[in-house]
Each structure stands twice: as structure tokens, then as C-alpha cells.
């Protein structure tokens, strides 16, 4: 059995300044050392919520664990380029094979090409267009993870630009069809099976549209 971690690291970042406060100081006697995080729910490696794209959908506490925990499988993805249209036919022959409800990772291991503290992973990363999106509902999972930022208009926002909604293919086609958003996983280059067991549980936060995981892989897993 081997564990992958697959999450970004929570500090300082170019999209997102996360409030990291410590107080107590265990060499100077004091009793605890306690951090304070202040931050979005929708920075570093996270999981969407219906509601962050559906008015009055399900917020994150309501999205049940077996949603984004159990069988994955892995689309090799990493012979994709910068800037590259990602169609159904490119999904179609990455697709290892499994069983509907799989939990599906797309795998480019984009990070290893563009730092993700930079603003060329953002920008000059791949990205899914609207046909490959329903190809992917097609297979029925249960979730959808990614290692890249698979909407094109997601390179917009950081200029503050907006697109309708139509326009974010994935949010749109999955998330609003109850396929939960596992976003901005990392590390996938470190994976060598095409079948894992992956565990992306959010924080339990009342009424919100989306929270922080700690996303893994377990390798050697009989499933």
C-alpha cells in the first residue's frame, strides 16, 4: 500500500493570501501553540459545492463522503501541451476503464510544467471544452477531480472578468448534475496506478459552497 499525497500546501500564494496567525510560544513557557487560518473556501485544493454554482443548492456539509472518498480511476493525461483544447476524443483514449460511479482524476500533471504559485499555471494551462465535459457525465461518476483549472474562463477571473455560466463547461454539465468538484489536486505525476483509492473530504462548514481537503491516493488497494 502506498499514500500519494495530492494537495497544495495552505500559505502565501499570488491568488490567494491566506491569515496565518500564531500565538504562544512553547520555547518562552507558554502552555499551547495555537494557529488561526482565515481564508477562502475556494483557494488551494478544495471541493465544490452545488451551491457555489446552483442557487439554493446543496452546501458542503450536505455532500455525502462517499461522494468524494473510494474508487478512482486516473486519465493519463500528461502528454497534453499549454493552451490545448481538451476534446472527448483526447478523454476517450486516456479512459483506463472502470465502473460508473468511479470517482474520475484527470491527470496532467500540469505542476510539474508551471508552478501553481505563478500565474502561467493559471493561465497557459489546458483546459476541458463543453463536449468533453459531457462526455465525461456520460460515464456517470461520482465526482470529478483535477490537477489543472479545467474551466477556460477560470484564467479570466484573475482580471476580474466574468463569462456566464454556460461558459464554466465543467460547473455547469457536472457540478449542476450532482458530480462533485474536487479542484486544483497536485502531486499526480507521483502516481503510478491507473486505478486508486482517493479521499478528498472537505471541512464540515456549515452553510458553505465549498471547503478546504486534504486530498490522497492510496495505491495497492483491492477495489
Given at each position: 500500500?502506498?499514500?500519494?499525497?495530492?494537495?497544495?500546501?495552505?500559505?502565501?500564494h499570488f491568488r490567494w493570501k491566506p491569515e496565518i496567525t500564531v500565538k504562544g510560544n512553547k520555547s518562552a513557557g507558554d502552555q499551547f501553540r495555537v494557529t488561526r487560518l482565515g481564508t477562502t473556501c475556494h483557494g488551494f485544493?478544495?471541493?465544490?459545492?452545488?451551491?457555489?454554482?446552483?442557487?439554493?443548492?446543496?452546501?458542503?456539509?450536505?455532500?455525502?463522503?462517499?461522494?468524494?472518498?473510494?474508487?478512482?480511476?486516473?486519465?493519463?493525461?500528461?502528454?497534453?501541451?499549454?493552451?490545448?483544447?481538451?476534446?472527448?476524443?483526447?478523454?476517450?483514449?486516456?479512459?483506463?476503464?472502470?465502473?460508473?460511479?468511479?470517482?474520475?482524476?484527470?491527470?496532467?500533471?500540469?505542476?510539474?510544467?508551471?508552478?501553481?504559485?505563478?500565474?502561467?499555471?493559471?493561465?497557459?494551462?489546458?483546459?476541458?471544452?463543453?463536449?468533453?465535459?459531457?462526455?465525461?457525465?456520460?460515464?456517470?461518476?461520482?465526482?470529478?477531480?483535477?490537477?489543472?483549472?479545467?474551466?477556460?474562463?477560470?484564467?479570466?477571473?484573475?482580471d476580474g472578468i466574468e463569462v456566464p455560466d454556460a461558459e464554466h463547461v465543467t460547473h455547469d454539465v457536472l457540478l449542476r448534475n450532482g458530480v462533485t468538484l474536487i479542484e486544483y489536486v497536485v502531486n499526480t505525476a507521483a502516481?503510478?496506478?491507473?486505478?486508486?483509492?482517493?479521499?478528498?473530504?472537505?471541512?464540515?462548514?456549515?452553510?458553505?459552497?465549498?471547503?478546504?481537503?486534504?486530498?490522497?491516493?492510496?495505491?495497492?488497494?483491492?477495489?
Amino acid at each position: 500500500m502506498r499514500i500519494v499525497d495530492l494537495s497544495m500546501p495552505v500559505r502565501d500564494h499570488f491568488r490567494w493570501k491566506p491569515e496565518i496567525t500564531v500565538k504562544g510560544n512553547k520555547s518562552a513557557g507558554d502552555q499551547f501553540r495555537v494557529t488561526r487560518l482565515g481564508t477562502t473556501c475556494h483557494g488551494f485544493s478544495h471541493v465544490d459545492a452545488q451551491a457555489h454554482f446552483i442557487a439554493d443548492g446543496p452546501t458542503i456539509e450536505a455532500t455525502p463522503l462517499d461522494q468524494v472518498v473510494g474508487a478512482a480511476r486516473v486519465f493519463d493525461l500528461s502528454a497534453i501541451g499549454p493552451d490545448t483544447e481538451i476534446t472527448p476524443e483526447i478523454l476517450a483514449a486516456a479512459d483506463p476503464g472502470g465502473k460508473q460511479g468511479d470517482i474520475i482524476l484527470l491527470a496532467t500533471r500540469w505542476d510539474t510544467r508551471r508552478d501553481h504559485e505563478t500565474r502561467a499555471f493559471w493561465t497557459e494551462a489546458p483546459w476541458l471544452n463543453r463536449a468533453a465535459a459531457e462526455w465525461l457525465w456520460t460515464l456517470r461518476p461520482r465526482a470529478l477531480a483535477v490537477d489543472f483549472p479545467q474551466d477556460y474562463p477560470i484564467r479570466l477571473l484573475l482580471d476580474g472578468i466574468e463569462v456566464p455560466d454556460a461558459e464554466h463547461v465543467t460547473h455547469d454539465v457536472l457540478l449542476r448534475n450532482g458530480v462533485t468538484l474536487i479542484e486544483y489536486v497536485v502531486n499526480t505525476a507521483a502516481l503510478t496506478q491507473s486505478r486508486v483509492f482517493l479521499s478528498a473530504a472537505p471541512l464540515k462548514i456549515e452553510n458553505a459552497d465549498g471547503a478546504p481537503a486534504r486530498i490522497y491516493a492510496i495505491e495497492g488497494l483491492p477495489l
